[in-house]
């Protein structure tokens, strides 16, 4: 009895190493500007070619402004690492979604919408995030630089099978709770270091209750917990998700795809090496506090007391929460905040802009707020032209800017300055992450949208709605 995990590793086996790594076939290869420069030039040095051009997909995401993309990059290491990614790609005969090019956006974006992000395949990218696709039934991990030109060379990678842990969550999540609630309740309780080694599978009625947007939000975070990936069966909303996008399959592979599909979950008798089980009714919209990812509550609690924490955590929970500015057993709740990003590979989908909208509909942006609304690609823009969401912003004081990672990472022109708050919908929150001294509180799109209209942390649940 198998687990979808297993099924999907050893079907790509290609060879195994005695007491050592699986070679393991890989189905997509997704590279961006930042991790895919020195593959390219070891390729180059050997004087080899990519050995299957045809399963790699490039897009600049990382360092891109999210302004003026019609214009050169003012940034003369963003400019050339953006350069360098279409001169790799023209010469080594890859697909490139440059800037300006309508697939252009978050790689972690774009490989769904597009449709190249399919059930059961293996999936790797220069990239913590590659997590992400997992929500499709897909085992897909990041991967470093060296292990980029493997997959370029080879289209093979060596590996270590991770172990397997399934967490369920049961039950139904109450109102204004989100995906990424979800994924911060479970970093919290499984600390980031929890899931080390192995590959998660989430499961239950909460876990199937979400949408394909939502999976990929939760998936994505896999990584914060220390997984090496995350990944949820694919089911009817993963079907009818995939259908009729560019590099779907058409036709008769469409029929042949949809049976094979099916046959990708664990199998009933499945045996995992560890079990979690949470329940969705105790999850409430949640922050993060610390200057990691799980160091997170529930939006109404405190803060926790120092003696609440293990003897081998006090140190840098007192370090972490003095570079935040809070204080052991406070609340958050009424804190002023000055900026608030909307957006990531973790939360710059249609659907979180939908969510934000719906919350600020006829309201105002507070002055004081800083407020960057960043759409995963250009695909988002223009759904939420199409559904009116850039009237609703504009009306309420935002401005939607041009797709990129943005202020996820601060490796580009949106950063948050010092000492200032940001409340985020990206994913990481460690010192510096969104710029030198910047001050991040992760939450989800529903509670950065309630502090963009109030300029202070404000729990969704008590703004009045139609």
């Known amino acids: ?42 390729l180059r040095e050997r004087g080899i070619k990519v050995f299957r051009p045809e399963k790699t997909f ?21 400019r050339n690492q953006v350069e360098t990614l279409t001169k790799n ?41 590659t997590s992400t696709h997992g929500a499709f039934g897909a085992v897909a991990f990041g991967i470093g630089t060296s292990e980029v030109e ?6 093979c990678i060596l590996q270590p099978k991770p172990k397997t ?50 999976r990929m939000t939760v998936c994505n975070l896999s990584i914060e917990m220390g997984a090496r990936g995350g990944l949820i069966a694919p089911d009817d909303t993963t079907f009818e998700y995939i259908k009729g996008r560019e590099y779907a399959p058409k036709g008769d592979e469409w029929v042949k795809s949809i049976a094979y599909w099916r046959t990708l979950k664990s199998d009933n008798n499945a045996v995992f090496d560890k079990e979690i089980v949470f329940n969705a009714e105790d999850i409430e919209p949640r922050i993060t506090y610390g200057t990691n990812p799980g160091m997170g509550i529930g939006i109404s609690e405190n803060i926790p007391n120092i003696d609440e ?28 905040i000055d900026y608030v990003f909307l957006g990531s590979c973790t939360n710059g989908r249609i659907e979180d802009f939908r969510a934000f909208a719906n919350i600020v509909k006829g309201r105002h942006k507070a002055k004081n707020i800083v407020a960057w609304l960043v759409p995963g690609s250009w ?3 223009a759904q939420i032209k199409e559904e009116g969401l850039d009237k609703i912003l504009m009306e309420a004081g935002f401005e939607i800017r041009q797709p990129g990672c943005s202020a996820c990472l601060a490796m580009n022109e949106d950063k948050v300055p010092a000492g200032k708050y940001a409340v985020s919908t990206s994913n990481r929150n460690f010192e510096g992450r969104q710029g030198p001294g910047a001050r991040t509180i992760l939450a989800g799109p529903l509670v950065a949208a309630a502090a963009a209209i109030t300029g202070k ?10």
């Open 1 to 42: 009895m198998n687990t979808l995990f297993d099924k999907i590793w050893d079907a790509h086996i290609v060879n195994k190493i005695d007491e050592g790594p699986t070679q393991l076939y890989i189905d997509r290869h997704y590279c961006h500007e930042v991790t895919s420069p020195q593959a390219f030039n070891g």
């Open 58 to 78: 490039c897009s600049p995401d990382h360092n891109i402004p999210t302004l003026n993309q019609d214009k050169p990059i003012a940034d003369s290491v963003s």
């Open 89 to 129: 790609a023209n010469e080594f005969g890859v697909t490139l979604f440059g800037l300006g090019h309508p697939n252009n956006g978050i790689i972690h974006v774009i490989g769904p919408e597009n449709g190249l992000t399919l059930p059961g395949y293996t999936i790797v990218c220069g990239d913590s995030h």
């Open 150 to 155: 493997m997959v370029l060379a080879s289209q």
């Open 165 to 214: 842990m399934r967490i369920t969550v049961n039950g139904q999540l109450k109102p204004f709770v989100t995906a990424k609630d979800i994924a911060l309740y479970i970093i919290a309780k499984m600390t980031t270091g929890g899931a080390t080694g192995y590959f998660v599978e989430y499961a239950g009625e909460a876990i199937r209750n979400l949408s394909m947007e939502e």
């Open 309 to 336: 924490i293990d003897d081998t955590g006090k140190i840098s929970f007192k370090k972490s929460i003095d570079y935040m500015g809070f204080k052991p057993g406070e609340k958050l709740l009424g804190k002023p």
């Open 379 to 381: 695909k988002v823009i």
């Open 457 to 466: 942390i404000t729990d969704p649940r008590t703004i009045q709605h139609d």
